[in-house]
């Protein structure tokens, strides 16, 4: 005897990012390409200490720290090549990265309109928690009420 089972949907599939990001742009690209061609869904970006405390690679303070713990993101031209051949309408991204959030979602935005996607399609998160860097890391970029100014217009914005 067999027993009629109505047709269940299938629930969407769990999104699948790993939390990469190293040496240089061009090299976390290859990384992101290389993931996502194996099956990875989405993409989670790791910047380096220097980049999430708003200083360029060649700052004398990023010695020793550039592309260490992350990609290095210091202008237009770097999240261009991080981001290369990488359709991000159809991605979802996550950036973790706090006192510099509101400046690097600027630049992921710049290049997914350079690429000509619908803004208002872009999906992910960014940390945008600038006052726990002040808090607990002391990697803050501004003291706590332009941070609060930064993370209500990220907020509003997105």
Request: hydrophobic residues 40%; proline residues 6%; charged residues 20%.
């Given at each position: 005897m067999?027993?009629?089972?109505?047709?269940?949907?299938?629930?969407?599939?769990?999104?699948?990012?790993?939390y990469?990001?190293h040496?240089?742009?061009?090299?976390?690209?290859?990384?992101?390409?290389?993931?996502?061609?194996?099956?990875?869904?989405?993409?989670?970006?790791?910047?380096?200490?220097?980049?999430q405390t708003?200083?360029?690679?060649?700052h004398?303070?990023?010695?020793?720290?550039?592309?260490?713990?992350?990609?290095?993101?210091?202008?237009?031209?770097?999240?261009r090549?991080?981001?290369?051949?990488?359709?991000?309408?159809?991605?979802?991204?996550?950036?973790?990265?706090?006192?510099?959030?509101?400046?690097?979602?600027?630049?992921?935005?710049?290049?997914?309109?350079?690429?000509?996607?619908?803004?208002?399609?872009?999906?992910?998160?960014?940390q945008?928690?600038?006052?726990?860097?002040?808090?607990?890391?002391?990697?803050?970029?501004c003291?706590?009420?332009?941070?609060?100014?930064?993370?209500?217009?990220?907020a509003?914005?997105c």
């Open positions: 067999s027993h009629a089972h109505p047709t269940a949907s299938k629930d969407r599939p769990w999104l699948i990012r790993t990469a990001g040496s240089t742009a061009a090299a976390s690209n290859a990384l992101y390409r290389s993931n996502l061609e194996k099956g990875q869904t989405g993409l989670s970006v790791a910047f380096d200490l220097p980049t708003g200083y360029d690679s060649d004398v303070l990023s010695r020793g720290e550039v592309g260490k713990v992350g990609v290095p993101v210091c202008h237009l031209g770097d999240m090549a991080l981001f290369k051949d990488i359709p991000l309408e159809q991605m979802n991204t996550s950036m973790t990265i706090n006192a510099t959030a509101p400046w690097l979602l600027s630049l992921y935005i710049a290049v997914a309109e350079e690429q000509g996607a619908d803004v208002s399609a872009l999906q992910g998160t960014v945008n928690d600038l006052i726990k860097e002040y808090l607990s890391r002391g990697t803050y970029v003291p706590p009420a332009p941070s609060l100014k930064m993370i209500g217009d990220v509003e914005y």
